[in-house]
């Protein structure tokens, strides 16, 4: 199988591991910066090329796509699919699920549980936002933050008011959640790919810390999801189109939560934690479904 890995580099962790996981099973790979390809589309065709050179016949494509470039990356990725390659997650599935209050919204139609979350743009409406949402604390995320970055606890109700009127001073968009006491910082990260969860480890986070990511200093260990919480993390991937996802999740009294779906999952932490050799997870499933042929009704042009 000829395999592309879209990522802007090489070196890191994750596309490295692909890169090998792919190579140790017979496949021919290549790492491609979506920043240096460029797209021709006519009602002849698509077409692309990579520093000055014609891209063809891949039979699928891994996207690592960041978030700093996700509206360039996703059109790229579509532009692979248009041209018959199959990936595990689509573009469209990649830009639903990178904006947390459309992923929100999504998942909670089909009644997946979620924590309380409230969104508003005009200042007057703060304090009834608020009161929707119920007392502090509170938690407020940027809507298309990662690895803990611009999430923040607000305890008390006026730190909560502030807050978002700083937000709003900034134009940043953003929506604020109920505090989870009883998660007592710690999340459960399920590594889904096609319909299974291939290993999850438990994150704890620092003293001090609320946010459990391992960027913020967290720690992990491997862990056994319930059934239940295995069920949630691949319906949720499944939901938003995504064949390989990170769907993190808190145990809550009402039962699992899930907080978030990240489309593009680091590899490094829950392989050091688990021991689990999950490139190649992605990589077999990925080769599963070129050779069943199931990629052949892969385009979504849907913005649902």
Not at 12 to 27: F, I, K
Not at 129 to 157: D, S
Not at 276 to 299: C, L, S
């Amino acid at each position: 199988m000829k395999l592309a890995i879209l990522s802007r580099n090489g070196k890191l962790y994750s596309t490295r591991r692909l890169v090998e996981a792919a190579r140790e099973r017979g496949h021919t790979v290549r790492v491609l910066d979506p920043l240096r390809c460029y797209l021709r589309i006519s009602s002849d065709g698509f077409d692309m090329r990579y520093k000055g050179k014609p891209v063809s016949g891949y039979a699928a494509v891994v996207p690592r796509i960041g978030t700093s470039i996700t509206r360039y990356g996703c059109a790229v990725l579509r532009q692979f699919e248009l041209m018959g390659s199959y990936t595990p997650s689509t573009a469209t599935a990649i830009a639903r699920a990178r904006d947390k209050l459309r992923c929100h919204q999504v998942l909670a139609a089909e009644g997946i549980g979620l924590p309380a979350t409230v969104f508003g743009d005009n200042p007057d409406d703060t304090s009834d936002l608020l009161a929707m949402l119920g007392p502090a604390p509170h938690v407020v995320k940027l809507n298309e933050g990662t690895q803990g970055a611009g999430v923040m606890l607000t305890e008390k109700l006026s730190a909560s008011r502030a807050t978002i009127e700083t937000l709003r001073g900034l134009y940043a968009h953003f929506i604020v959640q109920e505090f989870v006491a009883e998660a007592k910082g710690a999340d459960l990260r399920c590594f889904v790919v096609g319909d299974r969860v291939v290993a999850a480890m438990r994150r704890q986070a620092a003293p001090g810390e609320f946010r459990s990511n391992l960027h913020r200093g967290g720690s992990a260990k491997p862990v056994r999801p319930s059934k239940a919480e295995a069920a949630m993390a691949v319906r949720a991937a499944r939901i938003l189109g995504l064949g390989v996802a990170g769907v993190d999740m808190i145990r809550s009294k009402r039962g699992p939560l899930v907080l978030e779906v990240n489309s593009s999952p680091g590899l490094e932490g829950i392989e050091a934690a688990t021991g689990i050799d999950v490139a190649g997870a992605v990589i077999e499933y990925v080769a599963h479904v070129v050779v069943a042929g199931q990629h052949k009704r892969n385009v979504d042009l849907t913005d649902s």
